[in-house]
Nanobody
Framework: QVQLVESGGGLVQPGGSLRLSCTAS????????IGWFRQAPGKEREGVSS????????YYVDSVKGRFTISRDNSKNTVYLQMNSLQPEDTAVYYC??????????????????WGQGTQVTVSS
């Protein structure tokens, strides 16, 4: 049974930092990727960042480049999203997703087949 479990969301002031975690189970990540997506109220879900577990290649949407860093721990089947210099416009529910088993892509980022439950990130003073 494929599962993705996110953690690490919360409330932070503008300019602050948070680290999100996504732990996968039920499949082997070696040849697949995990991505982070976010959805703000009234907006479509957008791809934020992704990482491929086999070669470590990464993707970032332009709005987070230089502020967010994605990394992986193969031994723990876990992906992290370090988010620095957070701004109110980063407020959203953040979801992780995996392209297992189809390896599809859409708009430059992997297209998830399985999703986590989401974690709320709120940036406000």
């Amino acid at each position: 049974q494929v599962q993705l479990v996110e953690s690490g969301g919360g409330l932070v002031q503008p300019g602050g930092s948070l680290r999100l975690s996504c732990t996968a189970s039920g499949f082997t990540l070696d040849d697949y990727g995990i991505g982070w997506f976010r959805q703000a109220p009234g907006k479509e879900r957008e791809g934020v960042s992704s990482i491929n577990f086999s070669d470590g290649s990464t993707y970032y949407v332009d709005s987070v480049k230089g502020r967010f860093t994605i990394s992986r721990d193969n031994s723990k089947n876990t992906v992290y999203l370090q988010m620095n210099s957070l701004q109110p416009e980063d407020t959203a529910v953040y979801y992780c997703g995996t392209d297992y088993p189809l390896r599809l892509r859409r708009g430059g980022i992997l297209a998830p087949v399985y999703w986590g439950q989401g974690t709320q990130v709120t940036v406000s003073s």
